[in-house]
């Protein structure tokens, strides 16, 4: 069963710059895993950021970019802004079944 | 502009059963791959199940199946999710979420319906 794993929680100054990532316990993460990002406020439903690996959505802003880092997946937020303060949440496909990781929680401070 | 709307949600003791719609709009839903996605109070995403745009393949995480079954009504633009022998641990907002055009993904998510079980 394959498990995906997120960074709990991760802190960012405003204007700064940080990389969440997503692993999973079956190996390294590549682009057949069809990586997806997602993005949840309080209160409120997920909102889609990235999918394939990098692919933005047309909503998504340009300070969002997706990659594979390292056998992961990963979201970089380059000039965070005050209103990034989110659940972030990675998706991975394993031959068709989905799997979300745990969430990072990202404060902004 | 494309809307998701989910309903069917509430109250139901365990062993109930409900059954969720999702209500499209603003595209052409027969186009498209649709997906369950639940989420615990407090807790993180969960993927539950894929239809494929005419229903002839679905895919189930396992803790669902034999219990949930997906359809989906392209003449009506409406998506189902019917709930069987739930448990509280099935207790969630459930989101219907549109898949992306042609990678696994979505892009559109609806604001989701609340599902309870409790005696």
């Known amino acids: 069963q394959t498990v995906v794993t997120q960074e709990p929680s991760l802190t960012v100054s405003p204007g700064g710059t940080v990389t969440l990532t997503c692993a999973s316990n079956?190996?390294?993460?590549?682009?057949?895993?069809?990586p997806n990002w997602f993005q949840q406020k309080p209160g409120q439903a997920p909102r889609s950021l990235i999918y394939y690996t990098s692919h933005k959505h047309s909503w998504t802003p340009a300070r969002f970019s997706g990659s594979l880092l390292g056998g992961k997946a990963a979201l970089t937020l380059a000039g965070v802004q005050p209103e990034d303060e989110a659940d972030y949440y990675c998706?991975?496909?394993?031959?068709?079944?989905?799997?979300f990781g745990g969430g990072t929680n990202l404060i902004v401070l | 502009e494309v809307q998701l709307m989910e309903s069917g949600g509430g109250l139901v003791q365990p062993g109930g059963s409900l059954r969720l719609s999702c209500a499209a709009s603003?595209?052409?839903?027969?186009?498209?791959?649709m997906t369950w996605v639940r989420q615990a109070p407090g807790k993180g995403l969960e993927w539950v199940v894929n239809i494929n745009e005419d229903g002839s393949e679905k895919t189930y995480v396992d803790s669902v199946k034999g219990r949930f079954t997906i359809s989906r009504d392209n003449a009506k633009n409406s998506l189902y999710l019917q709930l069987n022998s739930l448990g509280v641990e099935d207790t969630a907002v459930y989101y219907c979420a549109r898949g992306t055009a042609t990678l696994p993904g979505t892009d559109y998510w609806g604001q989701g319906t609340l599902v309870s079980v409790s005696s």
């Open positions: 998706l991975l496909d394993s031959g068709g079944v989905w799997v």
């Open positions: 603003g595209f052409t839903f027969s186009d498209y791959w």
């Open positions: 079956t190996g390294a993460v590549t682009s057949g895993h069809f």
